[in-house]
């Protein structure tokens, strides 16, 4: 069988679950340069920063091919972590803002939260770019796949099948987009996050959304487990409700039926 390309496994993968956005591709760049033809900057296109969140939602949900540079992002914490700011101690800072906004007691624990963090090192990368992976425009360091945990649940099944690996998270609740972007790509591990605060007030995730996410090398491996993982049983999305039982009902029904001698 010939082996698909990037667009068809994104178009597999989108049909086979049910998804109701399109998978995320994101490339980390040294160069902006390096940006593909059609790419939208919005502190450009839009003539507005706006949040790593929100450029996810643009790709998933407009469509679009969205380069972000430093100049182009308004979300301090995120800018933290992506190594888009000249902070001496990027994690220092950070967990300043953790205590002053009241996400921890103190700067200690922030700091413990913080290392356990995925995060890049100031400038390691220039840019970004995301785009629906079905557009096949470049080979993904990450890909993001926002589903409901029913969906979650039928990705992590197929990843699990062929290496018997189980699926880690990393929960803290702010800040995830280094969750489901950075620890894919450092890890070259598959990721399941519950999107923070920012994801839902600026990006509009809903509430029923998580996010799976894996490195791109992965991509042939999850198109042959949603094929092969739990085929004899039958499991698929939308999961297939069972129907070999006989209902019972209150005693009122079954006195009407003796009476009409239904059965």
Same mark, same amino acid.
């Given at each position: 069988m010939e082996q698909m390309n990037t667009k068809q496994m994104a178009e597999f993968i989108s049909n086979n679950v049910r998804l109701k956005t399109s998978p995320v591709g994101v490339k980390f760049l040294k160069d902006q340069a390096e940006f593909p033809e059609k790419t939208r900057q919005p502190s450009i296109f839009l003539k507005k920063r706006v949040?790593?969140?929100?450029?996810?939602?643009?790709?998933?949900?407009?469509?679009?091919t969205v380069g972000l540079t430093k100049d182009d992002l308004i979300c301090i914490p995120a800018m933290l972590v992506f190594g888009f700011t000249p902070a001496a101690d990027p994690g220092e800072a950070l967990g300043r803002l953790f205590c002053q906004v009241d996400f921890a007691k103190d700067e200690e624990g922030a700091r413990k939260e913080i290392e356990s963090m995925s995060r890049f090192a100031n400038e390691e990368y220039q840019a970004m770019v995301l785009a629906p992976l079905q557009k096949g425009l470049f080979e993904p360091d990450t890909v993001a796949l926002y589903g409901n945990p029913a969906q979650i649940m039928r990705l992590v099944q197929a990843l699990v099948y062929e290496k018997h690996r189980r699926i880690p998270g990393n929960f803290g609740g702010k800040v995830e987009c280094s969750e489901y972007l950075i620890a894919p790509f450092k890890n070259q591990a598959p990721r399941i996050t519950i999107p923070g605060n920012g994801d839902r007030i600026f990006s509009m995730t809903q509430d029923d959304e998580m996010v799976f996410s894996l490195p791109g090398p992965l991509l042939a491996e999850l @198109?042959?487990?949603?094929?092969?993982?739990?085929?004899?049983?039958?499991?698929?999305?939308? @999961?297939?409700?069972?129907q070999n039982f006989q209902p019972e009902f209150p005693k009122p029904y079954k006195e009407l039926a003796t009476e009409l001698g239904i059965f």
């Open positions: 949040t790593i969140c929100q450029a996810v939602t643009m790709a998933r949900v407009h469509g679009w @198109v042959e487990g949603l094929k092969e993982s739990g085929k004899m049983l039958g499991a698929r999305y939308p @999961v297939t409700f069972y």
